[in-house]
């Protein structure tokens, strides 16, 4: 995977935006692949489609392209917060590849949040323009990835290193269960892996996850049994190979090398 992105195509533009656009976009196509089954090249859909950008003749998978100069953030910028949330809340969402680049046109971070982990609640809803704008009223929104769970951001590249494909196609398919199962267990799950990511060791006890009972609590009210509630997520994540039941009352996180 060649790092360096082709400048030359930038030659006749002006518009900063456009030119990040044209050469980014053109990296893709001619560097990545699907990080789902690993086919390449991607193919580009017809400009300004509302959707996505790319996506895999050989899976079907779509992607979309949000890419920024600089260091790798957890916020990302994106577009109207009304298209995003109705997005989100279709069949068809895509995934959402995140490309940052150096000032010398170089990519440091190539990495994909598969569907599954886009929820309403890492859409952030910006101010609305200024009347004296010239879109008065419109109301954009930024991604807040913080919210992602560690196993929801797969890296192609991390720090300027190029991942392995077959990690990277074994990353992506792990979480996969998720988009078959229902919005209440998903947000259950979901909830419960960013729990686990704040556990800041590898291996951790029941005891440790029963002390996030009262965020959950606040989340869902309703459920007198939140502990419960814990221990089956838990042994749904190690039936699906994201954490490993050690001995009693102990897990540990099970990783790959571009989390």
């Keep these: 995977m060649n790092l ?10 002006t518009s900063n935006s456009q030119i990040a656009r044209l050469l980014t976009e053109n990296w893709v196509l001619n560097n990545s692949y699907c990080p789902s089954c690993g086919d390449l090249p991607l193919n580009k859909f017809e400009n300004n489609r509302p959707v996505a950008d790319f996506y895999c ?20 910028t994106d577009g109207a917060y009304s298209t995003m949330i109705e997005r989100i809340n279709s069949e068809n969402n895509p995934n959402f590849f995140f490309l940052t680049y150096t000032k010398q ?8 949040i598969p569907k599954q982990f886009f929820t309403t ?3 952030i ?12 009223g419109w109301i954009g929104c930024n991604i807040d990835i913080s919210k ?30 998720l988009r078959t199962t229902s919005k209440e267990a998903k947000g259950w799950l979901l ?23 009262a965020r959950l609590k606040l989340k869902y009210p309703n459920n007198n049994y939140i502990k419960d509630k814990i221990r089956q997520q838990l042994q749904v994540l190690r ?20 989390i």
């Design 191 to 213: 909830d419960m892996m960013n729990c686990i990511d704040l556990i800041k060791k590898e291996s951790f006890s029941l005891n440790e996850v029963y002390q996030f009972e």
């Design 125 to 136: 809803k910006r101010q609305p323009l200024a009347e004296t704008a010239r879109r008065a």
């Design 105 to 112: 046109w170089t990519v440091n971070n190539f990495l994909i």
């Design 57 to 76: 003749k050989k899976c079907n998978e779509e992607f979309e392209l949000k890419s920024k100069s600089g260091k790798l953030t957890n916020t990302i």
């Design 4 to 13: 360096a992105i082709n400048t030359s195509l930038a030659e006749g533009y």
């Design 148 to 177: 992602v769970s560690d196993a929801g951001k797969v890296f192609l590249v991390k720090n300027t290193k190029a991942i392995s494909r077959e990690i990277v196609k074994e990353t992506f398919k792990r979480t996969l269960f």
């Design 239 to 258: 039936d699906k190979g994201l954490i490993e039941f050690t001995r009693q009352g102990r897990y540990r996180k099970i990783k790959y090398e571009n």
């Design 121 to 123: 609640e890492i859409i």
